[in-house]
């Protein structure tokens, strides 16, 4: 009787917390479908009059939307690639192949998880301009990676002393060299942690900022953060196609989540995650 309770109260405090994540969707869902009229005039919980796409054309045509989505989606892509190949392999160095400073790296890489993204601002700003790259999808794109790796690089290396070694001395009694392992034996037995660290790197590049805004100028590069600041200062009173702008942001990182999560929640079973 007291596990059904338990039981019961446990769903009970899920359910009203699940209640509390989806309803700003839903919420912001409904009002992407009303006219500035009805925004202006009624409830902001009242339900919209007409279900169709106007604002979400509006958005995506008269507000750039589209072209924003398009710079983020390439930089948010090439970024995470580049930032788990990288990782990986870096983790794979420090865990696996004995060499002298090995310990001495992973510290170093560990340092740059607790250096704040304000702090580098201003010197990567003039090290950007001096190289060329200012303004470029290249000066969001290298400081992303470079911000992503230390936390790839400490999940990917947790979840490498995991992996039993017997694993790849098998594979090299077989005459597999290092590289031939670590793709065939290491890389798919790192799918749940690969699977954390991309849903981690793109959620923080897909939705950053401060270096957006900082390193691009050009309307041109903008990003959907940027392009939804620009929008809204653009067209502040249309609150319909701002609600269908920020709507479309969010997709993407529903999806990806949906589609990594089952990995994600075995990388938690495994304990490859920071506990």
């Excluded at 004995?98 to 010197?123: C, D, E, Q, Y």
Aim: hydrophobic share 55%; charged share 10%.
């Amino acid at each position: 009787m007291k596990k059904k309770v338990k039981k019961t109260l446990l769903y009970l405090v899920l359910g009203v917390f699940a209640v509390i994540q989806i309803f700003p969707l839903i919420w912001l869902l409904n009002y992407s479908f009303k006219s500035n009229a009805e925004i202006y005039t009624k409830s902001s919980f009242a339900l919209a009059e007409n279900i169709d796409a106007t604002n979400y054309i509006a958005a995506w045509v008269k507000g750039s939307i589209a072209k924003y989505f398009g710079n983020s989606l390439f930089v948010t892509l090439v970024s995470v690639v580049a930032t788990l190949v990288l990782a990986a392999m870096m983790a794979y160095a420090i865990t696996r192949m004995r060499w002298k400073f090995s310990g001495v790296v992973l510290g170093f890489l560990m340092v740059g998880m607790m250096i704040p993204i304000h702090a580098t601002l201003i010197p990567l700003f003039v090290l950007l301009q001096k190289i060329g790259l200012y303004s470029t999808r290249w000066s969001i794109i290298i400081p992303y990676i470079a911000v992503g790796l230390p936390l790839a690089v400490f999940i990917f290396s947790n979840f490498l002393r995991s992996i039993p070694r017997e694993l790849e001395e098998a594979a090299f009694i077989d005459g597999c060299g290092i590289i031939r392992a670590f793709v065939q034996i290491i890389v798919p037995s790192l799918k749940p942690a690969v699977a954390t660290v991309a849903i981690f790197t793109f959620m923080s590049n897909w939705n950053e900022f401060i270096m957006a805004s900082t390193y691009l100028q050009k309307t041109d590069l903008y990003t959907l953060p940027l392009g939804l600041t620009a929008f809204k200062g653009a067209h502040g009173s249309e609150m319909g196609p701002l609600a269908a702008a920020i709507l479309i942001a969010s997709v993407p990182l529903l999806i990806f989540y949906c589609i990594f999560s089952e990995q994600v929640e075995k990388s938690f079973a495994a304990g490859a995650v920071l506990k």
